[in-house]
């Protein structure tokens, strides 16, 4: 091949002898180093090999340096711009030598050692791209540590070196067992890419990647950065000799080889921890194998990512054939580059991703088995690197007692002990695969024996001797033979002790049994936030009745379907309420006509007719084919909340409660509630009160409240409006996600927070957590009293400790079901697959466990969303929007506006074609929803966005400041530095003139045309701006921001310490 000019230095070490143009592969690796050092460490690769025996050590230094004269990419470097390998003719390595066996433990020094060579760089034009060092460990023990950059170097290329440097140091002791070969040239290499069909290739994998990209999210333990990192660690894992044997057994039987039988088990356990079924994973394939240039050492790998459609319901032995074939096909077409493949897709760019393949899957050759070292036992071990370039890689060797699995892991995403389950959980895995083959996807097993009985019993041990038998009245009245002048409630206008509580109480349960309130009756309540609300629910509970809310604010049609579906014959309200309900055919008993009549009646306890499973209450919430679904919660049930809620997170005689929710919202059954079953005091804040921040603070700071429960949006509401309690508090926040903003600020302000989780289905309240930092995710802590929890798969198997899966919720919560419902009872309430008898309610709720045995909430599986502490149906939203004049289609979708900032939008396209405004939109649609159920925002399109499938696509969604908006018009640029870039980018990218709003990758960009501006920003202004600058400054007005001001600097330097040194190089 014909050499290409250069202009050599002279002066330098070593004859430039040829240039030879960069692969693909290798411009793609060279780019992705200019990212910065820890970046192209993570192109380090090294190996030690433990030489024991009467080793020669000059000898062996003797054969690096034959070694390196028989192969260029060992004396190769690249030109600045990475587009030619430069091949020095002439050039004798340094060969590093100590001594670590005076070192007090030459073990740790080794792997010290081993630890810097791969975190120090590579200086890709000036090289070496190889180090080599002789280290000696004891009289009859040297190791020879060889470290080289990916760019001239690949694992099948480690294999050659091994195995010739063996023989020549044989030739040099004078026992050569053979002579070596002339080594091909690298040249022989690039004339076989030549010759293959890149367009067939091209076409092959274009049209494997045609339909939408896949995105793999695997489970991390940290928070992921707004930047790739490359910070790494190893975990090794073996999988013995037993269970390879019955592998390889399986692989026989499947007919593939065992490296496809391994790779296919780490498809499906992708899948098992992801729920993806739509997977790629990348497979290293070596050029040497393909070419036939056995003897090539340099960078002749490719990088394949094999795409895998999983059926969860396919035998695992299906999934091997699929794989096989995948596998066959993608080698057969391995010459086109994995990044060429990059730029022919349609990749959105992820600053905190590498594209496409976050997991690489490799299988080192045969362990990397030697020749010639006569006499010399061989050991070859990779080093573990500091940088990885992938989320995770997978390495896997053959040895002696099995298959080692070397596992690189980014650490700024995983924790070593995560990886360590990781790699157990796969080896359960293959285990399962052994045991049966033709085992389905999704039931393979996947989590260790210590770990099931970890899932299933001991973070479920919560068994609690409380009394289920007891109603609520029963406990106040108990309190009230125990203090009954003690202050039980505080209402507007209104304050009882428990005797007077229970006098009231007690008049008003005679006045309902009179009126046949019984077992099994259903009584609304439709009451102002007032005393008369608590003593309405605990005379209903006496009479025998269970009590359905009726909010005076909830539209006229829902309250309307409420009481029919609930079939309420009787409602306790006002005169001033009652014309407001619609209740035609529904018997009324206001309460303040009959007054006079309830103070003259005797305070005598009536008999107590109900029992622990009659139905205590109803209560409605969203449902998804427009109407919403009642919930019927039996007393035993809400016996054990508020006894569990009484131990955790507890409550005391002198404590005073402020009430703020609703009684709609089954979360005021503590507040109205918890305090007078232990003695303390309900203070119950007016309507009018829970919606001004400010009277709330006021409220709160009179009262001496010495604890609140609210939703998100409520304390927000408070912090907002100045509150800072005076006395020790207690802060109980639950309904929606606790985002680490709010925590934070609650932290600050209270003595004791929690973090309350549970849905109506399982009586209010299901885990707590006590809050004492703030953590990226908020834990929902653990299962209350007599509750049990588990994550499970959609097959109902167990998820991995780490892993999402949708949360069931077993124990003496768990409700009767759905009222006139029993098709959503039966979908919604199953049988546990741990304990038989055990009804599990399966929430919807993504959630996952947490090593230390808590649990995090993820996010919703379905439609169903939390806006402001309310559950609801964005089904039921978007109902209600068609029903509005005008609207052809409708979509309701939640807009997180920030940290905490969850905002319901409705989208919506006009019949047509006219307007229609947001304000009388959303006038019409108040008519069919209450307050909390109306978008914060709506959005009027021309058309509703699909998905391949015509659905609704909600990712596509624009924002809602950005819908409707006209696109930003092109603004030419102005500064010197906005011009020069611009021109450049203008040649780089071979497009018209940019605007300064321009982004450098939504205008066909990436990592290597990156890589030739930050060039001709160095050839042309002098400016020397390190990669990942562009990376994070992607819009030319901000990168020329940034140009301009290393050009004022470079006019007049200043002195610049530390990091900044480093950034404002020139």
Not at 488 to 511: E, F, H, K, W
Not at 518 to 546: F, H, N, P, Y
């Amino acid at each position: 091949m014909k050499a290409t000019p250069i202009d050599y230095d002279p002066f330098a070490d070593g004859m430039l002898t040829s240039t030879l143009p960069a692969t693909e592969a290798q411009k793609e690796i060279w780019a992705a180093a200019q990212l910065g050092d820890d970046a192209s460490c993570a192109f380090n690769e090294s190996i030690h090999i433990h030489l024991h025996g009467d080793l020669q050590p000059d000898a062996l230094a003797l054969a690096i340096e034959r070694l390196v004269v028989r192969h260029e990419s060992m004396r190769t470097t690249f030109s600045p711009d990475g587009e030619l390998l430069c091949i020095v003719d002439s050039f004798r390595p340094e060969i590093a030598r100590l001594d670590l066996s005076t070192e007090p433990d030459p073990e740790a020094a080794l792997r010290a050692y081993c630890v810097r060579q791969v975190e120090t760089p590579f200086d890709l034009e000036h090289g070496p791209l190889y180090r080599f060092s002789i280290l000696r460990m004891s009289e009859r023990h040297q190791v020879l540590v060889v470290t080289a950059h990916h760019i001239v170097c690949d694992g099948w290329s480690s294999f050659v070196m091994t195995c010739e440097l063996g023989l020549l140091y044989d030739d040099l002791c004078g026992r050569a067992i053979r002579p070596l070969e002339a080594a091909p040239a690298f040249s022989e290499y690039l004339s076989f890419l030549r010759t293959q069909d890149r367009a067939k290739s091209r076409d092959y994998w274009v049209q494997q990647f045609k339909e939408s990209l896949p995105a793999l999210d695997l489970p991390t333990d940290k928070p992921r950065p707004s930047f790739r990192t490359f910070r790494s660690g190893r975990v090794d894992h073996l999988f013995d000799s037993d269970l390879v044997a019955g592998l390889n057994e399986v692989a026989g039987r499947c007919r593939a080889s065992l490296v496809v039988l391994l790779f296919s088990g780490w498809m499906a356990y992708l899948h098992r921890i992801t729920g993806a079924t739509d997977l790629v994973t990348g497979m290293p394939a070596a050029g040497q194998n393909a070419s036939g240039i056995h003897g090539l050492v340099g960078h002749c790998v490719n990088l394949l990512p094999i795409r895998v459609a999983i059926l969860p319901s396919m035998s695992f032995e299906s999934l091997v054939a699929l794989t096989r074939e995948k596998v066959l096909d993608a080698l057969e077409h391995q010459d086109f580059t994995f990044g060429s493949l990059l730029q022919s897709l349609p990749i959105p760019r992820d600053p905190s991703r590498i594209p496409l393949v976050p997991v690489q899957f490799n299988v080192d050759p045969a362990g990397i088995v030697t020749e010639g070292f006569s006499g010399i036992e061989v050991q070859v071990n990779n080093n573990p690197r500091s940088f990885e370039n992938f989320e995770l890689f997978l390495n896997l060797t053959k040895v002696q007692d099995g298959i080692r699995i070397e596992c690189q892991f980014n650490s700024d995403l995983f924790e070593e002990e995560g990886i360590r389950d990781r790699l157990r959980e796969f080896e359960t895995l293959m285990a399962g695969v052994v045991a049966e083959p033709t085992e389905t996807i999704e039931r393979l097993p996947v989590v260790p024996s210590d770990w099931r009985t970890r899932l299933i019993d001991t973070w479920n041990a919560t068994e609690a001797d409380l009394d289920l038998s007891v109603h609520v009245h029963e406990m106040v009245e108990s309190q009230c033979a125990h203090s009954p002048h003690a202050t039980a409630l505080i209402a507007p206008g209104t304050v009882y002790n428990y005797q007077a509580l229970l006098d009231r109480v007690n008049r008003l349960a005679s006045a309902l049994q009179r009126l046949d309130v019984g077992r099994g009756s259903l009584v609304g309540i439709a009451l102002e936030r007032d005393a008369d609300m608590v003593v309405a629910a605990l005379a209903i509970w006496k009479a025998g009745g269970a009590y359905v809310p009726l909010d005076p604010d909830f539209p006229p049609d829902r309250l309307r379907f409420m009481i029919d579906d609930a079939e309420v014959r009787l409602v306790v309200s006002t005169s001033g309420l009652a014309p407001r309900l619609p209740l035609e055919g529904v018997s009324t008993l206001l309460l303040d006509a009959e007054s006079e009549t309830l103070s003259e009646m005797e305070p005598i306890a009536p008999p107590n007719t109900s029992r622990p499973d009659d139905l205590a209450y109803i209560i409605y919430t969203s449902g998804s084919t427009g109407q919403p679904k009642g919930v019927r919660v039996l007393h035993r049930n809400l016996a054990n909340f508020l006894g569990a809620m009484a131990q955790r997170p507890g409550l005391q005689p002198q404590d005073i409660l402020l009430a703020v929710t609703t009684l709609s919202f089954d979360i005021s059954l503590l507040e109205l509630f918890l305090p007078l079953t232990v003695g303390a005091t309900t203070l119950v804040a007016s309507r009018e009160q829970t919606r001004d921040g400010a009277a709330l603070c006021d409220l709160l700071e009179t009262s001496g409240a010495t604890m609140m429960q609210a939703t998100p949006a409520t304390w927000t509401l408070l912090i907002e409006s100045g509150w800072r309690p005076s006395r020790p508090f207690t802060a109980l926040c639950g309904g929606e996600a606790l985002s680490g903003e709010l925590a934070a600020r609650l932290i600050e302000r209270t003595d004791r927070l929690y973090n309350m989780y549970g849905p109506t289905e399982t009586t209010v309240w299901s885990s707590v957590h006590q809050v004492r930092k703030v953590e990226p995710i908020a834990s929902i802590g653990t299962p209350i009293a007599n509750t049990r929890m588990f994550v499970l798969s959609d097959a109902m198997q167990l998820a991995p400790v780490g892993v999402a899966g949708e949360l069931f919720i077993g124990g003496a919560g768990v409700s009767e079901g759905y009222h006139n419902r029993e098709d959503l009872t039966r979908d919604r309430f199953v049988m546990s697959p741990f304990k038989d008898g055990e009804r599990l309610y399966r929430t919807g709720d993504l959630v996952r466990w947490r090593r230390g045995g808590t649990l995090q909430y993820l996010g919703r599986l379905d439609a169903q969303v939390k806006i402001r502490g309310f559950r609801l149906e964005l089904g039921e939203v978007e109902a209600a929007m068609l029903r509005c004049e005008g609207v052809a289609e409708a979509v309701a979708a939640v807009y997180e506006a920030g940290p905490g900032d969850s905002r319901l939008v409705g989208y919506y396209v006009a019949r047509d074609g006219s307007e229609i405004p947001a304000a009388r939109f959303r006038e019409q649609l108040a008519v069919f929803l209450p307050e909390y159920m109306l978008p914060n925002q709506f959005t009027q399109l021309d058309a509703i966005p699909l998905t391949p499938n015509r659905k609704a696509d909600r990712k596509a969604l624009p924002a809602p400041a950005q819908a409707g908006a006209e696109r930003i018009a092109r603004v030419a640029p102005r500064t010197q530095a906005e011009r020069a870039l611009a021109a450049i980018w203008q040649d780089v990218l071979s497009i018209e003139e940019p605007g300064i709003a321009d982004d450098f990758f939504e205008l066909g960009g990436h990592s290597i045309l990156a890589a030739r501006v930050i060039a001709r920003l160095r050839d042309e202004l002098g400016i020397q701006l390190p990669l990942r600058r562009l990376f994070e400054n992607s819009r030319l007005e901000a990168l020329a921001a940034h140009i301009s001001t290393l050009m004022k600097l470079a006019e007049h330097p200043v002195d610049v310490e530390g990091s900044e040194r480093e950034e404002l190089a020139f």
